[in-house]
């Protein structure tokens, strides 16, 4: 009641939020009368939708947390009952997001309803109705636009080359700024990876506009289209429809394990792909195992696995390496092979750091051959500050084959809705091509490369491997680690 009198009171705000005062005009009566309430009381009756918004941003200005946390919480009970797709709930959850965002630079709802958008699987069509009235949007969500469609670059491209071609044929040639505005800031090279037809017929339309400066525009972002952007997340990958860069690196298939023991370390020091220690010892595991266990070759043995680790380290000091962190000194290889004559010291600064997986694993060797996810809690040094709800983390998820019967391959999830109701959420500065992926055995902590899994080539050969392993005093539970450079 008192507030309601001073309304026109302005609050001086400090901090993130860029703001110097907020006017209490901008609030509706009600909702302030309502906020009154509850700031004195320490409860609220009931939060309608017409106030939900007020609420929600005066909660946040005055730094009343039990009541921004009822917010969230309503919202979270909209978003969880939305299984379904329906636009007016998506839009709505969208728009509230974006404005919290917008205003006080806060990302939870915003992340929640992208999140949601694309678990209902309505990426395509939710871009295609909101965009409907681009005229009327902000270039804030625009950014969010873009940031929906995330790798489906397609889904704005569609929708925008339609839009022209009916404006064009109602209204002339006029280039809309929100149309101008989307095509660049999207990263146009991975709808050229996705759909290079529809991209050229964009690029026709622009073409065929009367004025020069569209039409150099329309030239420039053509040479755009052809670079793969350096910040993106996306790179092509030639058989499948998962993108290149998102694929945690191995070599499950990259060579041929029939070499001899000198061809293999002449193929190491050549190989663009074996660029690090531990893509060496997945590259000598891989062999060593295929070649004794598969080719039963009884002239492998210990001595050609205690060599081949002094080949590694020379190998190492001409390439220049990067030595591993000091945590893996008291990890294993096979025969007892300490890990420390590549590792640096306690007091040695380290380019690594160990990430463990959040759970430990029973079934490490069926993991590559089935639906798996792994969870890891990993803040990057370069988030500075965080206000997501959970942990700052990344989730690697197992994607098949386009051959049956081939291994699984692993990818780092970057999407929102990869993270819908998980424990972790993702940062983009998190990137797959950092990440080399290993196993440690928890009973005598030997360290597991996984690419030797990748001559299995089925699920039986894969149970039949199991019960060698186990023979051999193998065992299978322990925790899958990832080794990030940061």
Known sequence: EIMSLICLVRVVLTGDLHMTTVDLLEFSQEAVGVFVDAAYSGTVNTITWDLFRDLNKMSHVFEVSWLAWKCLELFTDLA???TAPSYPDLVYLFDEGAFLYDNLKKRELCDMAIGKIGQVKYKGEFIERYLQNAGRLSTKKLDLVVELAGNDVTCIVETLTKQLTEQIHTEGWVLPSPTKYLLDSADLYLCKLSDEDLLENLFTIVRDFPDVDTVRWGFDLMRKSQQENPQSLSHSCCSTNLLRCDVIKNLYYDFNKNMSN??????????EEVNSLLLAFEAFYAWFLYRRFICKDQQIGESQFNNMFD???????????????????SVQSAWCNTMSRFCVGDNENCAYTVIDSTEDCNDSLFLLSKDSTLVFNFKHPDVLSCDLPGRCGFILKTVPRETEGELWTLRLCTESEDYYNQQVHFHKEVRAERMHVFFVRKRNTILIPISWLGWMKSLTHLQRWHGIWKGLGGHSDGSYKVLYET
Do not use: K, N
């Open 262 to 271: 000198e061809e293999l370390v002449q193929w190491m020091i050549a190989s």
């Open 80 to 82: 969880e009952s939305v």
């Open 311 to 329: 080949s590694i380290s020379q190998i190492s000091e001409q390439q220049g390496w990067l030595r591993l962190p000091s945590a893996l000194r």
